[in-house]
């Protein structure tokens, strides 16, 4: 896997991906940016919502649930001092779907996190990581 950041001027970079796929970072205006594009850290955590909502759909499907809807959000807290890493991370899914057995969200869930989506292993080496979640019933 591969990956390359090329300056552009000031603090603003474009990220491109050894798939092809690129995408604008930017820091925030104290520190020289134009608040253009989002943050590095920010993409961690959108990396490890991206990561680990695949696998809960994937793992979902493959268990025959009727999903129609996932979003997962997150928060996170980070040290005052530097490095200013993630000290806990907060992973929140709303799934919502027909029939939904809670049963197999949670594990789902617990695969994903303990098994299968490699940020949230490698987020959980340094800070504190939780999942919830809440289920919403649509009636088909």
Not at 5 to 27: C, N, P, Q, R
Request: some cysteine; charged content about 25%; glycine content about 8%.
């Amino acid at each position: 896997m591969k990956a390359r950041v090329k300056w552009l001027e000031d603090m603003t970079f474009v990220g491109e991906s050894g798939s092809g796929h690129a995408i604008v970072m930017d820091a925030a205006q104290e520190v020289g940016g134009h608040d253009l594009g989002v943050r590095p850290m920010e993409m961690l955590l959108l990396g490890l919502g991206g990561c680990t909502a695949i696998d809960v759909l994937h793992i979902l499907r493959k268990a025959r649930q009727s999903v129609e809807d996932c979003t997962v959000e997150i928060s996170a807290e980070r040290a005052d001092t530097d490095p200013k890493v993630f000290e806990r991370v907060q992973v929140h899914f709303v799934i919502s779907g027909a029939n939904l057995r809670e049963e197999h969200v949670k594990r789902a869930i617990s695969l994903s996190a303990e098994k299968y989506c490699s940020v949230s292993i490698m987020l959980g080496k340094t800070a504190e990581m939780s999942h919830t979640y809440e289920l919403h019933e649509i009636r088909p």
